[in-house]
């Protein structure tokens, strides 16, 4: 036993310090972000992500212009169409309709 006492008196930094790491590690492993009684912090998005977005939101904003003047085109196509069938019968009052129509969009 006295020797036992005597290692420990020598070596009582080491038992110290393993303690000590010991308790670390436990306490690492208790308070990690995201535990059961902690929320998760809001991430902070990183310049990429926010490039990423700004490129989704152009790109979304090209393509409702694209479908404007899709829907825009459909719409004068339509009315260009009707026209043209009223041309069948009435080909005078097609033509004034045409020529309506080429002044208010030209």
Excluded: H, Y
């Excluded at 310090?17 to 690492?28: E, H, K, P």
């Amino acid at each position: 036993m006295t020797q036992v006492w005597r290692t420990v008196r020598k070596w009582w930094w080491v038992l110290v310090a393993v303690a000590a790491g010991i308790f670390l590690i436990a306490w690492r492993l208790m308070a990690k972000p995201g535990g059961p009684d902690q929320p998760v912090p809001p991430q902070v998005p990183t310049l990429a992500d926010r490039a990423r977005q700004e490129v989704e939101r152009v790109r979304l904003e090209g393509e409702v212009e694209k479908a404007r003047a899709k829907a825009a085109a459909d719409a004068q196509r339509s009315e260009i169409d009707r026209i043209e069938e009223l041309g069948q019968s009435k080909p005078v009052e097609a033509r004034r309709q045409l020529a309506e129509w080429l002044q208010r969009n030209l």
